[in-house]
């Protein structure tokens, strides 16, 4: 990678918290839809979205220059490859609560404690909040839905019997669960989640059964249990304790395939190291290395078999 001016380091983390926010109000107003048929004056997207024209101008002239949306001619605006992201679902959503409740907690992040920011922030913790809030729910579980087809293609190039059932532990909707049935038409599935999740039992169809629990009491039994960026959810002793709810309930032979970061040494730039920080400011939880990973698994009674990117196998011990 080539060396950036050491101002331009220091600019560009100084100015996070506004492209943040930026980008949170902008996916809230769904600029990337209204620019989905081509480029449009921001006059004529401010007023179909019912922005101040000045403010969204500025906004989008911002975002522009690193490369989400491009200012074509003066005031008229178009996608770009990065902004066509924010159309739909998955992205937008994301970046909804980024630039909305997440930029909150995170703005209240301090060094003192290793305790979560979102708590002290809105007096509850993150899922006791969200199931008060069923509209960021629903966005939650939408944003989780940004990278389902990597975590798909994952999974999918693992050997599978064919005819296992697969939990999908803390699952949420269920998406990913769907996808990877429709790969393997052998497989039945269980989305094993919390009560509230948002989920379209038509579209889990029969094959996927819903099962409405918490994962610190019980879940059900099966073949393969599937932990999709669940326990980075957590510190070290309630996945621990997830990872033993799950050794209770699974068969001796029964594979774990936990779907999270394994961040690397060194100082390249990796998406996680970011994440673990939001992780930190939501719940105390964290991105963790290999090291962490093999003291986890084993406080879990299981033991690593395979350590890929963003998948690690591993077995009951
Ligand atoms: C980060 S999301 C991951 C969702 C999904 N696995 C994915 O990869 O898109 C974590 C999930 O854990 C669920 N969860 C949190 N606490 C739980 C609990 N006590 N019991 C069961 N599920 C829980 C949340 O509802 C949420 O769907």
Same mark, same amino acid.
């Given at each position: 990678?080539?060396?950036?001016?050491?101002?331009?380091?220091?600019?560009?983390?100084?100015?996070?918290?506004?492209?943040?926010?930026?980008?949170?109000?902008?996916?809230?107003? +769904?600029?990337?839809?209204?620019?989905?048929?081509?480029?449009?004056?921001?006059?004529?997207?401010?007023?179909?979205?019912?922005?101040?024209?000045? @403010?969204?101008?500025?906004?989008?002239?911002?975002?522009?220059?690193?490369?989400?949306?491009?200012?074509?001619?003066?005031?008229?605006?178009?996608?770009?490859? @990065?902004?066509?992201?924010?159309?739909?679902?998955?992205?937008?959503?994301? @970046?909804? %609560?980024?630039?909305?409740?997440?930029?909150?907690?995170?703005?209240?992040?301090?060094?003192?404690?290793?305790?979560?920011?979102?708590?002290?922030?809105?007096?509850?913790?993150?899922?006791?909040?969200?199931?008060?809030?069923?509209?960021?729910?629903?966005?939650?579980?939408?944003?989780?839905?940004?990278?389902?087809?990597?975590?798909?293609?994952?999974?999918?190039?693992?050997?599978?019997?064919?005819?296992?059932?697969?939990?999908?532990?803390?699952?949420?909707?269920?998406?990913?669960?769907?996808?990877?049935?429709?790969?393997?038409?052998? %497989?039945?599935?269980?989305?094993?989640?919390?009560?509230?999740?948002?989920?379209?039992?038509?579209?889990?169809?029969?094959?996927?059964?819903?099962?409405?629990?918490?994962?610190?009491?019980?879940?059900? +039994?099966?073949?393969?249990?599937?932990?999709?960026?669940?326990?980075?959810?957590?510190?070290?002793?309630?996945?621990?304790?997830?990872?033993?709810?799950?050794?209770? @309930?699974?068969?001796?032979?029964?594979?774990?395939?936990?779907?999270?970061?394994?961040?690397?040494?060194?100082?390249?730039?990796?998406?996680?190291?970011?994440?673990?920080?939001?992780?930190?400011?939501?719940?105390?939880?964290?991105?963790?290395?290999?090291?962490?990973?093999?003291?986890?698994?084993?406080?879990?009674?299981?033991?690593?078999?395979?350590?890929?990117?963003?998948?690690?196998?591993?077995?009951?011990?």
């Amino acid at each position: 990678m080539s060396e950036r001016p050491p101002d331009a380091v220091v600019w560009d983390l100084c100015r996070g918290a506004l492209a943040t926010r930026v980008l949170g109000i902008v996916a809230d107003l +769904r600029v990337a839809d209204v620019l989905a048929d081509g480029p449009r004056p921001v006059v004529e997207i401010a007023a179909e979205v019912g922005a101040d024209g000045g @403010a969204l101008h500025r906004f989008l002239r911002a975002l522009a220059s690193d490369g989400l949306f491009a200012e074509e001619e003066d005031g008229v605006f178009r996608n770009t490859a @990065a902004s066509e992201l924010l159309c739909g679902e998955g992205w937008v959503d994301f @970046a909804h %609560l980024c630039g909305g409740v997440w930029h909150r907690a995170a703005g209240e992040l301090d060094a003192t404690a290793g305790d979560p920011s979102f708590p002290r922030v809105f007096g509850t913790d993150f899922w006791t909040w969200l199931l008060a809030h069923p509209d960021e729910r629903a966005a939650f579980d939408r944003a989780m839905l940004q990278g389902l087809e990597t975590r798909v293609a994952r999974l999918a190039t693992l050997a599978w019997r064919g005819d296992e059932t697969v939990v999908d532990v803390g699952g949420g909707n269920g998406s990913l669960l769907v996808e990877l049935l429709r790969l393997q038409p052998g %497989l039945r599935g269980i989305v094993f989640d919390l009560p509230e999740t948002n989920r379209d039992d038509v579209v889990l169809g029969d094959r996927i059964e819903f099962v409405a629990g918490d994962v610190f009491e019980s879940v059900p +039994r099966g073949d393969v249990y599937i932990l999709g960026t669940v326990l980075h959810d957590w510190d070290d002793e309630r996945a621990a304790a997830i990872l033993r709810t799950i050794r209770t @309930a699974a068969p001796t032979d029964a594979r774990l395939l936990v779907l999270d970061a394994v961040v690397r040494p060194g100082n390249d730039p990796d998406a996680a190291k970011w994440l673990d920080l939001l992780l930190l400011a939501l719940f105390a939880g964290r991105e963790r290395n290999e090291k962490q990973w093999r003291t986890l698994l084993a406080a879990g009674r299981f033991e690593p078999v395979r350590f890929h990117d963003r998948l690690i196998e591993a077995r009951c011990r």
